[in-house]
């Protein structure tokens, strides 16, 4: 599962462990070994702006951004992916989130998404999302996902699987479990994930628009399937306070 999430994200830099660092203080929600300091000053209960100027100029993208607001901290989530590797998500007040994936200490990459579309689901419905044998057109995994404008403006794009076997007109989602804390949290919540990630070029440009399609549970019996859209972010254009 590691290598296929470090693909998935796109972490191809290879670089050789470090020795565990001493004497830094521990932040509420991130994993151990892992520092604000290593996360542009990203933490629990703070404040962050990230700039997506260039985005501006290519309305292909159904994702959209506010580059001049600050965003408050939430709530702080965390993947062990094993080996030294972990997915750290920042949840903002205005229903996005970045996330970083980190190996060895070391950030590999930010990517923002949005929770573009939610939709809450029965037990029921749920199992059958994820167990059932008659896999709908848009379901998990599937080969293609449309994604229809929640803007007034009506638009369909298209997004290609990323994980599995690109040949396979289906493949099973990955499942991960994150551990999430927010300002209000005496200890971490259990979320568990089952996702496939799409992505499909921007026009005019080499950047990717992702959407990271994942039904959830949360343990207290809460299901809902989620379309987390997103772009890839520089860690130049993160200020965080």
Same mark, same amino acid.
């Given at each position: @599962?590691?290598?296929?999430?470090? !693909?998935?994200?796109? !972490?191809?830099?290879?670089?050789?462990?470090? +020795?565990?660092?001493?004497?830094? +203080?521990?932040?509420?929600?991130?994993?151990?070994?892992?520092?604000?300091?290593?996360?542009?000053?990203?933490?629990?209960? #703070?404040?962050?702006?990230?700039?997506?100027?260039?985005?501006?100029?290519? +309305?292909?993208?159904?994702?959209?951004?506010?580059?001049? !607001? %600050?965003?408050?901290?939430?709530?702080?989530?965390?993947?062990?992916? #094993?080996?030294?590797?972990?997915?750290?998500?920042? /949840?903002?007040?205005?229903?996005?989130?970045?996330?970083?994936?980190?190996?060895?200490?070391?950030?590999?990459?930010?990517?923002?998404?949005?929770? /573009? =579309?939610?939709?809450?689901?029965?037990?029921?419905?749920?199992?059958?999302?994820?167990?059932?044998?008659?896999?709908?057109?848009?379901? &998990? #995994?599937?080969?293609? &996902?449309?994604?229809?404008?929640?803007?007034?403006?009506? =638009?369909?794009?298209? /997004?290609?699987?990323?994980?599995?076997?690109?040949?396979?007109?289906?493949?099973?989602?990955?499942?991960?479990?994150?551990?999430?804390?927010?300002?209000?949290?005496?200890?971490?919540?259990?979320?568990?994930?089952?996702?496939?990630?799409?992505?499909? +070029?921007?026009?005019?440009?080499? =950047?990717?628009? %992702?959407?990271?399609?994942?039904?959830?549970?949360?343990?207290?019996?809460?299901? @809902?399937?989620?379309?987390?859209?997103?772009?890839?972010?520089?860690?130049?254009?993160?200020?965080?306070?």
């Amino acid at each position: @599962m590691l290598n296929t999430l470090k !693909a998935l994200f796109r !972490a191809t830099t290879e670089k050789p462990p470090e +020795p565990p660092t001493t004497g830094r +203080p521990v932040a509420a929600g991130l994993p151990m070994g892992v520092s604000q300091e290593d996360l542009e000053g990203l933490r629990l209960d #703070g404040r962050v702006n990230i700039k997506l100027i260039g985005l501006r100029a290519h +309305p292909d993208t159904l994702f959209s951004w506010d580059d001049d !607001a %600050y965003h408050h901290i939430a709530a702080v989530g965390h993947v062990d992916l #094993g080996q030294g590797a972990y997915l750290v998500r920042f /949840y903002l007040d205005n229903d996005t989130w970045l996330q970083a994936n980190v190996e060895n200490g070391k950030v590999l990459e930010y990517k923002l998404f949005d929770f /573009y =579309r939610v939709a809450h689901l029965s037990d029921g419905e749920f199992d059958n999302l994820i167990n059932g044998e008659d896999k709908q057109p848009d379901s &998990i #995994g599937t080969q293609t &996902i449309p994604l229809t404008s929640t803007s007034d403006a009506a =638009r369909t794009c298209t /997004y290609q699987r990323v994980w599995g076997n690109g040949d396979s007109l289906w493949s099973p989602p990955v499942v991960f479990d994150e551990q999430v804390m927010t300002t209000e949290s005496v200890s971490a919540r259990h979320v568990t994930h089952h996702t496939m990630l799409y992505e499909r +070029p921007i026009q005019g440009t080499e =950047r990717m628009e %992702y959407l990271l399609l994942s039904a959830e549970n949360d343990g207290e019996g809460s299901f @809902m399937v989620v379309h987390n859209l997103g772009v890839d972010v520089a860690s130049v254009d993160i200020d965080a306070m």
